[in-house]
């Protein structure tokens, strides 16, 4: 089976210093009602790979080269435009500080309906409707309310859901979660992880970044684990689990860890 998109001979340097890669010769596949998880130390370059997914590196400064494609299309070469129509609509990311993601000194309904109405023609109201739409999918309460607070006023988690929902307003077929649970307490981590496992259950291919090997063993099909910007193994969860290879996986696997995912 193709996947959704197709990553190979991904390769991200610094334009400075092109002697050295950050991200060297990555490939993997991303497949409907699938998740991949990413794993690997930090600075081992997961967040740079997403990033070039996204098309958010700056090509001054980075060099992005190999190929990503989605549903055939080539991303690296599309044009601006049309990248900017796909990402936040058929490819959506949520990131580990949704603080980020938002303006402080705008009311969170009118960068639901600004995000909205950049990939749809419609006006304020309906826009504002939609929003409404989709934060109550997510179950969250007092939906008019949170539209007109300001992003300081929430907390992590209730943002962190925000950006959820606003992220699946135009039904994305890839969701790419870079440490969407990291900030969380237990409790909203636990309402994150059921909401993409439902994702995943409705047909969304799940790019899932994260430090914890709990979260990569409850969601994830595949694994992927990367140290210094190479994939230096891969395989089905269970496999990984059950049998790494090399000695890093085993490190960061450990043996509480395996215990605790009940595998
Ligand atoms: N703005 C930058 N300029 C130059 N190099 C950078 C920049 N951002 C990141 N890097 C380099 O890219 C490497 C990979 O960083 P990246 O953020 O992708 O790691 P990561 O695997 O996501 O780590 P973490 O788990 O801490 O989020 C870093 O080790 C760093 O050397
Ligand atoms: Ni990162």
């Known amino acids: 089976m193709n996947g959704l998109l197709e990553v190979k001979n991904l390769c991200v340097g610094l334009k400075e210093q092109p002697s050295r890669l950050i991200v060297k010769h990555v490939d993997f596949t991303l497949r409907q009602g699938k998740a991949l998880a990413l794993v690997g130390e930090s600075g081992s370059g997961k967040t740079m790979i997403c990033k070039a997914l996204m098309r958010l590196l700056n090509r001054k400064k980075f060099e992005v080269s190999g190929s990503i494609r989605y549903r055939e299309v080539g991303l690296l070469t599309l044009k601006e435009k049309e990248m900017r129509s796909l990402c936040g609509s058929k490819m959506a990311m949520i990131v580990q500080h949704p603080m980020t993601a938002f303006n402080p000194t705008i009311k969170i309904g009118a960068q639901i309906i600004e995000s909205i109405r950049a990939h749809r023609k419609i006006g304020k109201k309906e826009a504002y409707d939609i929003g409404i739409q989709a934060l109550e ?77 709990g979260v990569a063993a409850k969601l994830a099909d595949d694994m992927v684990v990367m140290k210094s910007g190479e994939i230096i193994e891969r395989g089905t969860v269970f496999e990984l689990f059950a049998s790494p290879r090399e000695a890093y996986t085993k490190e960061l696997l450990g043996a509480r860890l395996m215990k605790g995912a009940g595998l």
């Open 137 to 213: 999918q997510l179950n969250l309460p007092r939906c008019e309310q949170l539209m007109n607070s300001y992003c300081h006023t929430l907390s992590g988690g209730m943002l962190q859901r925000i950006m959820i929902a606003v992220a699946l307003i135009h039904q994305p077929d890839i969701l790419i979660a870079d440490e969407a649970t990291t900030a969380l307490d237990v409790k909203n981590q636990s309402m994150v992880l059921e909401e993409l496992d439902y994702l995943k259950k409705r047909g969304i291919a799940l790019l899932l970044i994260t430090h914890d090997l």
